[in-house]
């Protein structure tokens, strides 16, 4: 077994699903991950990188180009170390940065370094969800190997009800566990 195999780096974008992230590094962490989070800055506008610290008991990771005392180049090191990437919430936008190799923030930046599996979790409107372009990036990431789980019907943050809602986190800690054993 890679000493990486028990490693998931969890990235957080800006969705209202961000505080799902929350207990999904909790129940990671339960069944003896060690988890990592990257946060993008629009996540930091639901929750705090101090909340996922304390939480994973993990630095996050938010800048790309943070000062530190060493030289390391932080995108390959996170995404060297991944024995999984697991993207959840999941915006469009992070969906359509990743369908075109977009690189403009460290979490983009990992996921087009890493040779780790890659699982997405979508979470938006359900009109953003069913857009033609979105739909066709999640067809292209699927043909780059990346795997979803959901997003599944609810209630949005719109006030609606359809499908965009993030998958439960019982699914998405099953589905990132099966894919890490």
Known sequence: MSKHKKQILIGVTGSIAAYKACDIICRLKDSGINVTAV??????????????????SNPVYTDMFKATDTFCLEHISLADSAGLILIAPATANVIAKLANGICDDLLTCIVMATKAPVLIAPAMNNNMYAHKATQDN???????????????????????TGLGHIASTEEIVREAKRIIS
């Open 39 to 56: 946060m993008t800055k629009e996540a930091e506008q639901f929750v705090t990188p101090l909340l996922l610290g304390h939480i994973s």
């Open 138 to 160: 999640i067809k292209r990431l699927k043909s780059f190997g990346y795997k979803f789980i959901g997003p599944i019907e609810g209630r949005l943050a719109c006030g609606t």
